[in-house]
C-alpha cells in the first residue's frame, strides 16, 4: 500500500472511533455512576420541614406558685403549713392552753402542739389552726366517723374536742375551779350517759369576745362526776348539737375528714346584746366545723417509715353564726386555703 494510502485508511479509522466513542463513554458513566456510593437525601424545604420540637416557656413565663391576692394574708402554723385568709382576719391572742391544765386527762387522745388563733369581726367567725400527733394509726374513716357522733362527754364526740381544744373554760374559770368549793348534787336517775353518783358544776364567767360568745354556745360552764366505782369525769355542759355526717375534703396535696354541729337553740336578744353582736344575728344558729387533715395518703395505716407515721395532722377549727342555712362551703373554701410546702 502506498504512503497517500496508509493515510486514507488511518483517517478512516479513527472518523469510526469518534462515532463510537460516546455509547462506550456513557456506558461507562452509568456503570460509573451504578457502582457509586448513595448519596444522603436532599434536604427537605421549608415548607416540608416538621415543626421544632416544643420548647419550655421562659421562667417568666411558667407557672409559678399562687401569689397572694391584694391585701390578703398568708398567716403560717408552722415552717411548713400556712393558710392565706382575707384582710378582714386578724390574729388574735388563743388564751387558755388547749386543753386546759386539769382537764388534760379527760379531752380526746391528741396532743396539739403549733396553734393559730383568728377572728372575722366583719363575719362575726372565728377560726383556729393547730397540728398535733396521731393517734389514729390503726384506725379508719369509719371509726373516726363513729367516735365523733358519739355523746357528748364521751371524750371524742364533735362538741369534746370543741370544749376541749377549740373554745375551752377560760383562764379565770379554771382558777376559780380550783379555788373554790361548790355544792355537790346526785346526778339525775333519768341520766344514763355516766354511772355517777355525785357531780358539781361550775358557771365560766365570760367575756364580751366572738371567743366567749361561741363558748357560750358550746357549753355553760364545767361539770365534774364521781363515779360509783371510784373514778372521776370532766366534761363541758353542753348545748343540744345536730351533728351532720362526716365529709372527706380533698385539696390536692391533703385529705380532711370534716365534721359539723349545729346547735339547736338560736341566739337570744340578751345573749346579742352581752357580746355585741350584730342585730342580724338575733335568732342565727352557731354553726361549728372541725377538720382533721394530713398530707396524702392519709395516715391511718403504720409506715414502714418512721418520719411518715410520725407526719403531724392538720386540725381546722371554725365557728360562725347563720340564719337559715350552714357555713359549709365558707368552710371548705377555708381548707383549700391552707397550704403546705
Known sequence: MNTKGIFRFVLAAAIFWLMAAPPVLAQEAQQGAQEAPPTAPDVPSAQEKSPPAEQPPPPSQQEQPPELAPGNTRFSLSDTI????????????????????????????????????LANSDEGSILQLATSDNPLLGHDPYWLDTQMHSPSGSGMSLPDFLF?????PSVSCMDQVSHNLANASRVSANDASSPSALQVFYACPLGETLADFYASQVSAGITFRQSTTGGSH???AFS?????????????SMTFFVFEAQELGGVTADAATHFNLPDALQGATADFFWAIGALNPFPFAASASPEASSTPLVHVAFASAVVGRNKRDEFVELLHQVQTR
Open 82 to 117: 400556712s393558710i392565706t385568709l382575707a384582710p378582714e382576719w386578724r390574729l388574735v391572742n388563743p388564751g387558755q392552753a388547749r386543753p386546759p391544765e386539769g382537764l388534760g386527762g379527760y379531752a380526746p387522745p391528741f396532743h396539739l402542739s403549733a396553734l393559730l388563733a
Open 164 to 168: 376541749y381544744f377549740f373554745l375551752p
Open 234 to 236: 370532766a366534761s363541758g
Open 240 to 252: 343540744e348539737f345536730y351533728v351532720a355526717p362526716m365529709e372527706q375534703v380533698d385539696t390536692g
